[in-house]
């Protein structure tokens, strides 16, 4: 389920999953979406990677000014 190899790169914090654990992690995923829209709520994507200026414009503040 887990891939050790690739974890190495990706670091202690980031899992690799792989086969069952993929298609797992994807079907809980599609579950609890299909649960909140159902409720009423919005999905929206928004992206994992954004400039500085952005993180600064959206009210976003880091004390130590890494924006890590």
């Known amino acids: 389920i887990l891939d050790t190899i690739s974890s190495h790169a990706s670091g202690p914090d980031a899992a ?3 086969g069952t654990g993929a298609g797992l992690y994807r079907a809980l995923a599609n579950y609890f ?3 909140y829209l159902n409720l009423g709520y919005s999905e929206y994507h928004i992206p994992s990677t954004v400039t500085t200026g ?3 414009r959206s009210g976003f503040s880091d004390p130590t000014g890494s924006y890590l």
């Open 16 to 18: 690799t999953l792989k």
């Open 54 to 56: 952005t993180l600064e």
């Open 33 to 35: 979406l299909d649960h």
